[in-house]
Every structure is written in structure tokens, then in C-alpha cells.
């Protein structure tokens, strides 16, 4: 059973910065991809950014492009969400998941039905 693990949320002030991470327990370089969303209280959960593990090509939420950086260490078995410019409405729990195998399209990687397994979540809140 393959469990992914965040950690780095918190509390931060309006256009502050936070760097959330994400271990898998398992060797992480042979998934397709691994992403990141998140859940503000009372709405669906949403994409966020999405990376593919070969090559490195991701693909962004147009609400977070240019502030939000997805990275990954496969060394580490560990994905990262660097998160700048930080507004009140990123506030939400934020989930690392993971599509194992089999290729999809950036636009399929945007559907939380294309991951196989998720993270429990952790707690970003920006204040005003």
C-alpha cells in the first residue's frame, strides 16, 4: 500500500511563502506523475499543479501559474510545492497524489479520477 505523507503547511500572512512537501513511502522515480491539490472548506477539491515524472513537463492551475513552482526529488521519494505571493484565497488542505502508470494528457491529469493514490492532507491558511 503505497502512502504519500505532506508536511510544511501553516499559517502565513498575505503574500508570504510556503514550501509543502510530499514522501511516498515507495521509490518514486518509475510513477508517471505526481500531483498537487487542494480543498478550501465548502468547495470541491481542485487541481493545482500536476508533474510528470520523465522529461519534468508540469502544468499549472491558471490560478496559481507564476506563483506556485512543483518540483521533485526522485533521490528523496519526495515531491515539493514552493508556494510565493500566497493570497487569502490559496487557503485550503492542500494533497499531494500519484498516477503510478499509464500516460494521460495534462487536461486528464487535471481530474482527481486520474490518481491512484492520496495523501492525507495539510493545512495552508493565509491571513489578511
Known amino acids: 500500500q503505497v502512502q504519500l505523507v505532506e508536511s510544511g503547511g501553516g499559517l502565513v500572512q498575505d503574500g508570504g511563502s510556503l514550501r509543502l512537501s510530499c514522501t511516498a513511502s515507495e521509490r518514486t522515480y518509475m510513477w508517471y506523475a505526481m500531483g498537487w491539490f487542494r480543498q478550501a472548506p465548502g468547495k470541491e477539491r481542485e487541481f493545482v499543479a500536476v508533474?510528470?515524472?520523465?522529461?519534468?513537463?508540469?502544468d499549472y492551475a491558471d490560478s496559481v501559474k507564476g506563483r506556485f513552482t512543483i518540483s521533485r526529488d526522485n533521490a528523496k521519494n519526495t515531491l515539493y510545492l514552493q508556494m510565493n505571493s500566497l493570497k487569502v484565497d490559496d487557503t485550503a488542505v492542500y494533497y499531494c497524489?500519484?498516477?503510478?502508470?499509464?500516460?494521460?494528457?495534462?487536461?486528464?491529469?487535471?481530474?482527481?479520477?486520474?490518481?491512484?493514490?492520496w495523501g492525507q492532507g495539510t493545512q495552508v491558511t493565509v491571513s489578511s
Open positions: 497524489a500519484t498516477r503510478r502508470q499509464g500516460a494521460r494528457s495534462f487536461a486528464a491529469l487535471r481530474s482527481r479520477s486520474a490518481y491512484d493514490y
Open positions: 508533474i510528470r515524472t520523465s522529461g519534468g513537463s508540469s
